[in-house]
């Protein structure tokens, strides 16, 4: 059974640094590029980060880079987001999601492309 299990989202204030981590069971993890996504209350699922199969390639939309850093461990099947100079606009429902698809060599940046997620975790940002 296939499982995608997030931790490390908090309460911080604006200015913070944060790490998220995701921890994938029973998952082929080397066939599958992973995703950080978030939703915010009203708004729909957007992705933050995402990482090639191998871990040698990232994509961030202009929103978080310079600020958020994905990464990968084989070995521990997890994958990461380092997460800087959080802002209020930050605040949301962060996911972790594994696809096997790739589009024009990366990962897509829809969510109905992935098929397994985890639960979320909650990051919230106060100014």
């Known amino acids: 059974q296939v499982q995608l299990v997030e931790s490390g989202g908090r309460l911080v204030q604006a200015g913070a640094s944060l790490r998220l981590s995701c921890v994938a069971y029973?998952?082929?993890?080397?066939?599958?590029?992973m995703g950080w996504f978030r939703q915010a209350p009203g708004k729909e699922r957007d992705v933050v980060a995402r990482?090639?199969?191998?871990?040698?390639?990232?994509w961030y939309p202009d929103s978080v880079k310079g600020r958020f850093t994905i990464s990968r461990a084989m070995a521990k099947n997890t994958v990461d987001l380092q997460m800087n100079s959080l802002k209020p606009e930050d605040t949301a429902v962060y996911y972790c999601?594994?696809?096997?698809?790739?589009?024009?060599?990366?990962?897509?940046?829809?969510?109905?492309?992935?098929?397994?997620w985890g639960q979320g975790t909650q990051v919230t940002v106060s100014s």
């Open positions: 990482i090639s199969w191998s871990g040698a390639s990232t």
């Open positions: 029973g998952l082929p993890f080397g066939s599958r590029a």
């Open positions: 999601g594994a696809t096997p698809r790739l589009f024009y060599g990366r990962p897509s940046r829809a969510p109905i492309e992935y098929d397994y």
